[in-house]
């Protein structure tokens, strides 16, 4: 199975995008989803994830009340609408798969991963 992020691009400060991550078969069952984002020579920090079976979200302090994270049960695309965008958001954004359940904010947990999807916020 693979994941396949899109969406990303240059936005000004203040607009918004919205990120997608399809998996190559719609038959692929996971735990959860996350979205996770990197910086260059930094460690990948968690941004959001959705439990599949409830659809109960997380949300990293940093963008809580401004990112989104949604699903679709029919296509198992998940989805990071991010409004309110600032500059300190620029990053390499990846889409995760998580099987089996475990902690949602480490990485580690995460079996699945996407190519990652740049976003640069302009100021």
């Known amino acids: 199975v693979q994941l396949q992020a899109s969406g990303g691009g240059l936005v000004q400060a203040g607009g918004s995008l919205r990120l997608s991550c399809a998996a190559s078969?719609?038959?692929?069952?996971?735990?959860?989803r996350g979205w996770f984002r990197q910086a260059p020579g930094k460690e990948r920090e968690f941004v959001a994830s959705i439990r599949w079976e409830d659809g109960i979200t997380d949300y990293s302090d940093s963008v809580k009340g401004r990112f989104t994270i949604s699903k679709d049960d029919v296509t198992k695309t998940v989805y990071l609408q991010m409004n309110s965008l600032k500059p300190e958001d620029t990053f390499v954004y990846y889409c995760a798969a998580q099987i089996t359940g475990g902690s949602t904010f480490d990485p580690k947990n995460y079996a699945y991963w996407g190519q990652g999807t740049l976003v640069t916020v302009s100021s």
């Open positions: 078969q719609r038959g692929f069952i996971t735990y959860r």
